[in-house]
């Protein structure tokens, strides 16, 4: 089992920029698939980003594309989810996870809020 804590929500003006981070603990990171998950209030959780276990497969959902970038540092056993051009509509819980495929997850954190002001 991996635990994994989030950071780097926070209030931001629309057009800036936030970056997540996602600490892991217990195993390597680089044993799992990886993925960045946000829910808005109302909303079911979306899947955001994510990237194989290997590295050579990402996704990005189309409402981030050219926006979000993932990224992860093994020797800090921890993964980054650099946000530019924020909208309003990226206002959300965010959520990091791994499991064993890009398509399923069963290891979460507890969610870092992100806010985006007009």
């Known amino acids: 089992q991996v635990q994994l804590v989030e950071s780097g929500g926070g209030l931001v003006q629309a057009g800036g920029s936030l970056r997540l981070s996602c600490a892991a603990s217990g195993r390597t990171l680089n044993s799992y698939a990886m993925g960045w998950f946000r829910q808005a209030p109302g909303k079911e959780r979306e899947r955001v980003a994510a990237?194989?276990?290997?590295?050579?497969?990402?996704y990005y959902a189309d409402s981030v594309k050219g926006r979000f970038t993932f990224s992860r540092d093994n020797g800090k056993n921890t993964i980054y989810l650099q946000m530019n051009s924020l909208k309003p509509e990226d206002t959300a819980v965010y959520y990091c996870?791994?499991?064993?495929?890009?398509?399923?997850?069963?290891?979460w954190g507890q969610g870092t809020q992100v806010t985006v002001l007009l």
């Open positions: 990237i194989s276990r290997s590295g050579l497969g990402t």
């Open positions: 996870a791994a499991g064993p495929t890009t398509m399923s997850f069963n290891n």
